[in-house]
């Protein structure tokens, strides 16, 4: 009799048990990166099934510790409704941190959009200039996605799956400052600082190239 109540009161309680441990273990072809700031921490979901290549150049990034001192630099609020827009971070123009950029994958590659929690590549005039710079939406912008011939946008692979309200908050912080496109966006009194990127799963691949910013006491040029 007893063994059979506590067989029946183990059949209840799985159901409850069951999600959280499913919550702790990453979806089929997705690695979970977290970043830990000065403002909290985030946890990535990078989707290496449909950006494979953007995605390894990430993780380049995040298993050298080339991202480790850097920050997030910008807040771009969208003009009339400044909860919405994005934040960028990373090496910023720290050339001692860039790695070789491989092509990346647009969206109309991968068929992941520019959605509120996405992330994706930033660059400069050449699509494959990501140079481990990075920025996470708040809110939509399908302005980003690629449109077109000739308009490949930006390289969005993967998702936040915990710290939004640390996303949020970097959004909310005030700025001034910059030039050209990133006039006004730059965060004050300085970027919020990235302390840490690791990945949750997977062995690290680090690359084994020289890191010449650890030499010196400026381990890290802040974007202007």
């Known amino acids: 009799m007893h063994i059979r109540l506590w067989a029946l009161v183990a059949a209840l309680l799985l159901p409850l048990v069951s999600p959280a441990s499913a919550q702790d273990r990453p979806a089929p072809g997705m690695v979970r990166v977290r970043i830990e700031t000065s403002a909290g921490n985030i946890v990535l979901a990078l989707d290496a099934k449909r950006a494979p290549k953007t995605v390894a150049n990430f993780l380049a990034y ?6 480790d001192g850097t920050g997030f630099y910008r807040a771009s609020r969208r003009t009339g409704n400044p909860k919405f827009g994005f934040v960028q971070g990373g090496i910023a123009s720290d050339a001692r941190r860039i790695l070789p950029s491989p092509p990346l994958e647009p969206t ?4 992941i959009r520019h959605t509120d929690g996405t992330v994706s590549m930033a660059h400069g005039a050449s699509i494959d200039g990501a140079t481990g710079n990075f920025s996470i939406m708040v809110g ?14 930006y390289a969005a ?33 300085g970027p919020v600082q990235i302390l840490r990127a690791v990945r949750l799963d997977g062995a690290p691949q680090p690359t084994g190239r020289v890191k010449p910013w650890l030499i010196g006491p400026n381990r890290w040029i802040q974007p202007n």
């Open 140 to 153: 939509d912008n399908p302005s980003l996605d690629a449109r077109g011939a000739g308009r490949n946008g």
């Open 108 to 111: 109309n590659l991968t068929g």
């Open 157 to 189: 692979f993967g998702h936040v799956v915990s710290g939004m309200d640390v996303v949020r908050k970097i959004l909310a912080r005030p700025t001034g400052g910059g030039r050209g496109p990133m006039r006004g966006q730059m965060i004050q009194p």
């Open 62 to 67: 995040v298993d050298d510790g080339r991202l």
